[in-house]
């Protein structure tokens, strides 16, 4: 073979193998996974201090959160033997004002409630299925000492929910299970498990 047919036979597989890569990398930036808008969508028994509280803190850690205008909490989902609202019901309103790529939390200071166990109407300070596309969050069992960032903890913790995570074991975690109890003071972060998680869902921490 000449040196001029060699040279060529060279810079050919040279201009494969670039070729080859470059299209790798497209097929991978293709298939990189788009991050969710989160709508922030207030109850308008929400003070306006507690919404811009909890967008602002979201925003360091998530890049995509709109702000819904308040909306009265829907009837159906009042009941009345206890002067609560289930969250379940909520949940499912909430999903009904979803457009696709989008995840709901709802926020309200109100007193809500699920099914545990044995117990019909439990209790609880927020609700988010594992994963799930909407998820609410209220302030009515909330330390009125610490309620701004006891509030942006309990949002995080069942935004979490929807994006997959389960219940954490670590006490300090944001993810941690409430059991029945508010330890918001005890969690400082997201353990390195549950960030890792997050951060391959386009949360940046």
């Known amino acids: 073979m000449s040196t001029k047919k060699l040279l060529l036979f060279i810079l050919n597989i040279i201009f494969v193998f670039s070729f080859g890569e470059r299209t790798s990398s497209r097929q991978f930036s293709f298939n990189a996974v788009e991050p969710l808008i989160i709508n922030m969508q207030p109850f308008d028994d929400i003070p306006q201090k507690q919404i811009t509280y909890i967008y602002n803190e979201l925003l360091k850690v998530y890049p995509n959160v709109v702000i819904n205008k308040s909306i009265p909490l829907p009837k159906k989902a009042y009941y009345s033997k206890r002067n609560r609202y289930r969250a379940d019901t909520l949940i499912r309103y909430l999903l009904t004002l979803n457009q696709k790529g989008h995840v709901t939390i709802g926020l309200t200071s109100k007193d809500i409630s699920d099914t545990k166990d044995h117990l019909p109407d439990y209790g609880i300070m927020g609700l988010g299925y594992q994963p799930g596309g909407s998820c609410v969050v209220s302030t009515f069992r909330l330390s009125k000492k610490n309620l701004l960032p006891q509030f942006f903890k309990l949002a995080v913790h069942e935004l979490g929910h929807t994006q997959g995570l389960p219940h954490c ?31 391959s869902k386009g949360w940046k921490f």
């Open 169 to 199: 074991p670590l006490k300090t975690c944001f993810m941690r299970d409430a059991e029945g109890k508010n330890h918001a003071d005890e969690e400082k972060e997201f353990c390195s498990k549950c960030k890792a998680h997050l951060v």
